[in-house]
């Protein structure tokens, strides 16, 4: 089992910054990946960005890309989502999950989320 803690969401204007936290605990090790997700509301959960433990690599969905950095911190067990020039369709509740699978793309374990609200 993984838990994971979500930190960092608020109201924020239009332009602003916000950093996201996610904190895991528990059978880290077998963790491949960390992604963030978010659900607006009506809308289905969409992915935001990924990456791995141990090589660092990185992929962004395209609505983000050039605006949200995704980092880790691994003796912290700690991946982080720095958003910067949001937008208000970026307003939704924002969650980590841990990927354990290298060969399939299947998230395992869910944070219970943290709400983001960008104003216009």
């Known amino acids: 089992q993984v838990q994971l803690v979500e930190y960092g969401g608020g109201l924020v204007q239009a332009g602003g910054s916000l950093r996201l936290s996610c904190a895991a605990s528990g059978r880290t090790f077998s963790s491949y990946a960390m992604g963030w997700f978010r659900q607006a509301p009506g809308k289905e959960r969409e992915f935001v960005a990924a990456i791995t433990w141990r090589g660092g690599t990185t992929s962004y969905a395209d609505s983000v890309k050039g605006r949200f950095t995704i980092s880790r911190d691994n003796a912290k067990n700690t991946v982080y989502l720095q958003m910067n020039s949001l937008k208000p369709e970026d307003t939704a509740v924002y969650s980590c999950?841990?990927?354990?699978?290298?060969?399939?793309?299947?998230?395992?374990?869910w944070g219970q989320g943290t709400q983001v609200t960008v104003s216009s």
């Open positions: 999950a841990v990927r354990t699978s290298v060969t399939i793309v299947k998230y395992d374990y």
